[in-house]
């Protein structure tokens, strides 16, 4: 079975191409020429630079694989951008190369099974803050950032081609081995303090990029889940409160100053580093569409269509996945 993973020199991207590998899959993973390959160090794997903003020259790199290969027989699209100083990117990249490939692969002959796409929670914008229900798969797409604004017309266009059988993922927090932004929360809980945004905690959940990567292939190997879209959590509830605490605990961190930012002076701290970002030429972490996610108070997603569809468990609780974690950042020296 051949598989093309896009976005696999990333974070999400090298566990998929792990798990691809270990299923025994013919591995492409589509890089740039200046990616970072220190995850993807398996002789296995097959690389394409894909050139997504051509798609004369994407159909062209395409069609040279089936005469040479054959066709994939999935599609694993999880390239994309999370931040960016000029937010029209996020649709070019999110949106315009998700149509691109699709159509790349079509024209150039692939015969594709499947084609998955690696959405977002935030395609479904801000849960109800009020009696705090889980966002559920029925209920209307209103994303509130530009970057869920071009997630959802990236899903919108899968939905509506007819080329390929999709399935759409949408996970919440991603964490685990290598992830950065949950990184910069488990850091500052080392030094001593942790500052939380809003008055109110955030009911937020979780998936482990293990498990996220084993449901990506529980809903490209089972035959029976075509055309279906699904939130993937490990279905546990935490706040940003009981988060901090686990990490404090895992750490053995024995006094942490705690304290909660006004939305605000939060607010204000994003316009800021956004206009330092600017000047600077660079993307940071903390930015106006950071601030709207930081500002939702509920990131609870009803997941269990993907339990009954696909008979998903978790391997890994927050806590056990944050153990793992909190250990590989600490042989890796970055804690």
Not at 111 to 129: A, I, N, V
Not at 147 to 155: I, N, P, T, V, W
């Amino acid at each position: 079975m051949r598989i093309l993973i896009t976005g696999a020199s990333g974070f999400i991207g090298g566990f998929l191409v792990k798990e691809a590998l270990n299923r025994g899959y013919e591995v492409w993973a589509g890089i740039r020429k200046n990616s970072d390959r220190s995850n993807l160090q398996d002789e296995r794997i097959r690389f394409i630079d894909l050139r997504y903003e051509d798609s004369q020259a994407l159909t062209t790199q395409l069609r040279e694989v089936v005469e040479q290969h054959g066709s994939f027989d999935f599609a694993l699209h999880n390239a994309g951008l999370t931040k960016t100083l000029n937010k029209d990117n996020f649709y070019r990249v999110n949106t315009l190369y998700t149509k691109n490939l699709v159509e790349a692969l079509h024209a150039s002959g692939h015969t594709l099974k499947k084609f998955l796409l690696m959405s977002s929670l935030s395609s479904y914008g801000k849960g109800d803050e009020v009696t705090f229900q889980p966002i559920r798969l029925d209920d209307p797409q209103c994303p509130d950032t530009a970057y869920g604004k071009s997630k959802l017309e990236a899903e919108n266009y899968i939905r509506s081609q007819h080329y390929f059988p999709y399935v759409i993922l949408r996970p919440t927090g991603v964490y685990g081995p290598g992830e950065k932004d949950y990184f910069m929360e488990i850091k500052s809980v080392q030094s001593g303090v942790d500052f939380a945004a809003g008055s109110v905690p955030q009911r937020i959940t979780f998936i482990y990029v293990k498990d996220l990567a084993r449901v990506a292939f529980l809903a490209l190997e089972n035959e029976t889940i075509r055309n279906k879209h699904y939130f993937v959590a490990d279905g546990d509830v935490h706040t940003d409160e009981s988060f901090a605490k686990m990490i404090q605990e895992i750490l053995k961190k024995k006094r942490v100053l705690r304290g909660r930012i006004p939305l605000p002076i939060v607010h204000l701290a994003c316009i800021c580093s956004e206009a330092i970002g600017k000047l600077l030429g660079k993307s940071m972490t903390l930015n106006t569409d950071k601030y709207i996610i930081l500002k939702q108070r509920n990131w609870i997603c009803d997941v269990t269509k993907l339990q009954d569809d696909l008979g998903f468990i978790p391997e890994y609780p927050l806590r056990k996945g944050l153990e793992e974690a909190i250990e590989w950042y600490k042989k890796e020296g970055w804690l």
